[in-house]
């Protein structure tokens, strides 16, 4: 009797043990911080395989020399700046990145504005529409834009021909190609921000602008003292986000022009790809995929601080 009494309170410990640890486990469950680490746990593994550790491997191969045996500082990217050649890629990359984001954040902002204008059913449509060259696979598109510009059988050339006007060089002279190069990633990104600010005109509240038109404001004041204030944050937050994908655009230089004529297209990932894998120095190739990382690092710096200022404001 003494036994089964013994046994009884056994099985009662373990089970009250058993029962607190699933009301423990239960509590954590019902933690939002922790629901909200367990979900982004994947993404984080991501981030840090695929973003962070290239990224400080590529510091360490950058501070090597040619055959990464010894430790050499910053000894690439100096020897980088002497290069008139790499120079030359600076203002490409600049000139490129600047004019397209440019470009994108104008019409799409335009674009949106006119969206935002069409009610009903034909919205959803033009929008869908719209996205199409955002949503096509950019090497896909690029070889169809190689196909308009080619010299022999461009579609753009002929149709100039058949109108009585002489061909152009599309990808044949420095200027034609580097414009030719921003039109393509404007053609491809406008979309994008198109999307964005038609996002942020929709949570603008009609009140305001309902307000200023009864105190008599024009279209341009409502633009200027309503949907730019109200916008800011999503308008810095998409140029931010596109200068640093646009600073790395790799694909469409190397289909239209793979740098050329005469390395006059060249950007920074196409540079460090003829650097570090064509020639065959990964250190000096790695210093030109890092070479602008500080710069849109400080940038994104003081556009976030900016954009978490201003929605402290907001918020209070």
């Known amino acids: 009797m003494a036994n089964g009494r013994t046994i009884a309170i056994?099985?009662?410990?373990?089970?009250s043990a058993a029962s607190r640890r699933a009301g423990s486990l239960k509590k954590l469950a019902r933690r939002r911080s922790t629901t909200a680490l367990l979900l982004c746990a994947p993404l984080i593994v991501l981030i840090v395989g695929l973003k962070l550790y290239p990224t400080f491997y590529a510091i360490f191969l950058s501070m090597l020399d040619r055959k990464m045996e010894h430790f050499v500082g910053l000894d690439n990217f100096a020897f980088l700046l002497t290069r008139p050649s790499f120079q030359l890629v600076i203002f490409q990359s600049c000139l490129f990145a600047i004019t397209a984001?440019?470009?994108?954040?104008v019409i799409g902002f335009i674009v949106a504005h006119l969206m935002h204008n069409i009610r009903g059913r034909n919205q959803r449509i033009w929008r869908g529409l719209l996205l199409v060259p955002w949503v096509i696979p950019l090497a896909?598109?690029?070889?169809?834009?190689w196909w308009l510009f080619d010299p022999s059988y461009s579609a753009l050339n002929w149709t100039l021909n058949w109108l009585g006007f002489e061909s152009i060089p599309f990808l044949g002279t420095t200027w034609n190609a580097r414009i030719a190069v921003i039109a393509v990633n404007v053609w491809f990104g406008a979309p994008f921000f198109m999307i964005m600010y038609l996002a942020a005109l929709k949570s603008v509240p009609e009140q305001l602008y309902e307000a200023a038109a009864i105190d008599g404001a024009t279209a341009?004041?409502?633009?200027?003292?309503?949907?730019?204030p109200m916008m800011r944050n999503i308008i810095l937050i998409t140029m931010l986000y596109s200068l640093i994908v646009t600073f790395a655009d790799f694909d469409i230089v190397?289909?239209?022009?793979?740098?050329?004529?005469?390395?006059s297209t060249h950007l920074f990932a196409t540079y460090a790809f003829n650097v570090g894998i064509e020639s065959?120095?990964?250190?000096?190739?790695?210093?030109?995929s890092l070479f602008m990382f500080p710069v849109l690092a400080t940038l994104a710096f003081f556009v976030l601080r900016d954009v978490l200022k201003r929605s402290r404001e907001v918020s209070t």
């Not at 341009?220 to 730019?228: D, H």
């Not at 065959?280 to 030109?288: E, K, L, Q, Y």
């Open 10 to 15: 056994g099985i009662g410990t373990e089970a």
């Open 220 to 228: 341009w004041q409502k633009l200027r003292f309503i949907t730019l």
């Open 101 to 105: 984001v440019v470009m994108k954040a």
């Open 280 to 288: 065959g120095n990964i250190p000096r190739g790695a210093s030109v």
């Open 254 to 263: 190397r289909i239209l022009t793979n740098g050329g004529p005469q390395d």
């Open 140 to 145: 896909l598109s690029t070889l169809t834009w």
